[in-house]
């Protein structure tokens, strides 16, 4: 069976994502932390049991927001986009970044940290740009999905639906824009945590933070 | 009784080539047909081919597979009306470009939708009323602006009702309302309005989504 | 027929046709509501998207990913500014501050960078694949010779003054538009004070200098020699200023001397 909702591989013609793969890749064998490690290594991290529990999807949920929304505020930062792609991205730059306030204040305390990201350019060219925001969009509508039936607080799972269908409106959108059809299935398929984190992960878009402390005597000028 | 996959089996299979986001959806441990289960728990409902209307109502909202008919059949309801809306438009509605390419697709998904809710609920699916679309259809302009109305119901009530159903049927749930989310999106940016208004979408009670639909003359008041 | 046998055909025509469609409707449509509960209400709320906040304050960063050579304009056959390494001679990982937007050539993404490379105010086109992510700092540090005093904003507003020690008049800190590359902490060279802040200045004078001769600002042991024009060119801050700033001032910050 064929997951109707994401084709990574079809939409990166241009290779924009492909290529920040495998440079995640070449940087994880130079012992460089690759891509979405950091990411996967966050949200692994619980207990078999505690995975799955409400806390554990709202901080899935989190970073996958975490994601859109930087991606999003960094390409209206650098202003690459022109016209409809800019206003988009106006636009849902602001639904992501509520969807992050509004799930580290569910989370209080529980909530991870925001990760480090390197978009390796996707933000500041129209092209590669328009084609990670579709697999984005695609992607979170999938994971969502994927999670909703887990969530055992009706209470959270209404929350989560009406962001689950905002999600797929955005991917209608930028799909539209991009000239692919904005809706190709009758039925939207989920896509597992592990599947999505993989995506993530071989992306290269989540990263270590580069060590600019040292604790080396100053040999400045004095 | 048809097994809830059947949904997803549905998606035309794409021409398009998938080489690395290709699912293996194996036999699901989670997938065992709801509606199976449905006919164990409320015997009544297929021995006898007893209508729903009979049974006595339940006070409980907590998801139960009783509920999850009922529930399947609103929303077969909302799509009835919205494959009607498409077919009538495409007959009567003289679109042509986009507008003509979003009612043959979504139209098709609409009848697709319908078709897999009435295998689902099998005999007890309710029938349809006739629906009065009165000037919806006449012009493309009007056929724009109500597809995004119909479109915009559709989506609340998907929104409002998969709270209220068991994980199983959620997940199967899921799968078309993140398309109707598409749909609305899709029908928005043709009619020239922004595509995602809000970042967290409206979900609609029965009640609601009824008196939506009555207002613009779609159904009849109870 | 009559006029009246015509009417009164077609009034049993029209109540048949009442009959048929109240009866097809009747037979057809339940119309009666399926009693569905209502939808609970969500466990929180999604706030209303706010727009991003102009801020012209922002300047950009990127650690620099693999060493490159800065070329004059976006292109890897145009003439080589400079060498960019991966390193400081700190051992941090080197940064450089990003201005302006990318510019495609060749195939591929370059971007200009501020470089910290004799002579001061050096920039270069480096590929974007050899740098990493981007950090956006709100803050500025203004270093001000005539008035002997440093200055940091943050969002435009000024959160911190101290007097500062300069550079002599034979070995004066370098006017220009810098950055702040690294910051060290627990060393034992009590002349630094707690903390030192590299920066991508270097004097123009003192090129053989060991690790290059480059402008840092740092806390000192002689506190009573400032403010006034004492060092090599460093900026010198009094102990308690230097660990406010070191509270205040992220690496990536621009430094601006005048």
Redesign the interface.
């Known amino acids: 069976?064929?997951?109707?909702?994401?084709?990574?591989?079809?939409l990166d013609r241009g290779g924009a994502v492909e290529e920040t793969a495998s440079?995640a890749g070449a940087?994880t064998r130079r012992g460089?932390l690759g891509g979405g490690a950091v990411l996967a290594a966050g949200l692994a991290a619980p207990a078999a049991e505690a995975q799955g529990s409400d806390e554990d999807i709202l901080n899935y949920a989190l970073a996958l927001e975490y994601l859109q929304a930087a991606f999003y505020?960094?390409a209206?930062?650098?202003?690459?986009l022109r016209g409809a792609f800019a206003e988009q991205a106006?636009?849902?730059?602001?639904?992501e970044?509520?969807?992050v306030?509004?799930?580290r204040?569910?989370l209080g305390g529980a909530a991870i940290r925001r990760p480090?990201?390197?978009?390796?350019?996707v933000t500041?060219?129209q092209p590669a740009f328009r084609r990670t925001a579709v697999a984005f969009e695609d992607l979170g509508?999938a994971a969502y999905?994927d999670q909703?039936?887990?969530i055992r607080?009706?209470?959270?799972?209404?929350?989560a639906?009406?962001?689950?269908?905002?999600?797929?409106?955005?991917?209608?959108?930028i799909r539209?824009l991009a000239g692919v059809?904005?809706?190709?299935?009758?039925?939207?398929?989920?896509?597992?945590r592990r599947?999505v984190l993989r995506?993530v992960a071989d992306t290269g878009f989540v990263?270590s933070a580069?060590?600019?402390?040292?604790?080396?005597?100053?040999?400045?000028?004095? | 009784m048809r097994r809830f996959h059947a949904l997803s089996q549905r998606n035309a299979e794409p021409a398009r080539v998938t080489v690395e986001l290709v699912a293996e959806v194996g036999p699901g441990t989670s997938r065992t047909g709801f509606l199976e289960r449905a006919v164990v728990a409320g015997g009544a409902l297929v021995s006898g081919g007893v209508l729903l209307a009979g049974l006595p109502r339940l006070a409980a909202s907590a998801p139960s597979p009783e509920q999850d008919v009922k529930t399947l059949n609103f929303v077969l309801l909302i799509e009835g009306l919205q494959a009607r809306f498409y077919a009538e438009a495409l007959r009567r509605a003289q679109l042509s470009g986009e507008t003509r390419e979003f009612a043959g697709r979504v139209g098709e998904h609409e009848r697709v939708h319908l078709g897999a809710l009435r295998d689902l609920l099998g005999r007890d699916a309710r029938s349809l009323p006739e629906f009065d679309l009165g000037d919806t259809v006449s012009d493309p302009r009007r056929f724009r602006a109500s597809a995004a109305a119909i479109e915009e119901i559709g989506l609340a009530a998907y929104n409002g009702q998969a709270t209220n159903l068991t994980p199983d049927a959620l997940a199967e749930a899921a799968k078309i309302a993140s398309v109707e989310a598409r749909h609305a999106s899709w029908a928005r940016g043709l009619a020239g309005s922004t595509p995602a208004p809000r970042a967290s979408d409206l979900a609609a009670s029965e009640d609601r989504s009824r008196e939506s639909l009555a207002r613009r003359g779609l159904l009849e008041r109870p | 027929m009559s006029r009246r046998a015509y009417a009164s055909l077609g009034a049993v025509l029209c109540a048949l046709g009442v009959v048929v469609v109240a009866s097809s409707s009747a037979h057809r449509e339940p119309p009666s509501p399926l009693g569905l509960p209502e939808p609970p209400p969500p466990a929180f709320r999604i706030p209303v998207p706010r727009p991003l906040a102009p801020d012209r304050d922002l300047a950009r960063w990127a650690p620099v990913r693999r060493a490159t050579t800065a070329r004059r304009a976006p292109g890897a056959d145009q003439a080589a500014v400079a060498r960019v390494d991966a390193r400081t001679p700190e051992g941090t990982t080197n940064i450089v501050q990003v201005a302006g937007r990318a510019r495609r050539a060749g195939g591929r993404l370059w971007v200009r960078a501020r470089l910290a490379v004799l002579p001061n105010g050096t920039s270069g086109w480096v590929p974007r694949r050899s740098l990493g992510g981007y950090t956006q700092v709100r803050t500025r540090l203004l270093v001000e010779r005539r008035a002997l005093r440093a200055r940091l904003f943050r969002g435009g507003h000024v959160v911190l003054t101290a007097p500062i020690g300069i550079g002599t008049d034979e070995h004066p800190t370098p006017v220009g538009r810098f950055y702040v590359r690294n910051r060290l902490t627990s060393y034992r060279s009590p002349a630094y004070g707690p903390l030192a802040f590299g920066t991508s200045a270097r004097s123009p004078v003192l090129t053989d200098w060991p690790a290059g001769g480059y402008v840092g600002i740092h806390g000192t042991d002689r506190p009573e020699r400032l403010p006034g024009r004492v060092s090599h060119g460093c900026v010198r801050m009094r102990n308690a200023d230097i660990r406010r700033l070191g509270r205040l001032m992220p690496v990536g910050t621009p430094v601006i001397v005048r």
């Open positions: 069976m064929r997951i109707g909702a994401l084709r990574l591989s079809e440079r940087l460089l505020t960094e209206e930062r650098l202003g690459a106006r636009v849902v730059g602001a639904h970044r509520a969807h306030t509004a799930l204040d569910a480090r990201f390197d978009f390796g350019g500041e060219d509508t999905k909703a039936p887990r607080s009706r209470a959270y799972l209404a929350a639906l009406r962001i689950h269908s905002v999600e797929a409106r955005h991917a209608a959108w539209r059809v904005p809706a190709p299935d009758a039925f939207d398929e989920p896509l597992p599947r995506v990263t580069p060590r600019t402390s040292a604790f080396g005597s100053p040999r400045f000028t004095g």
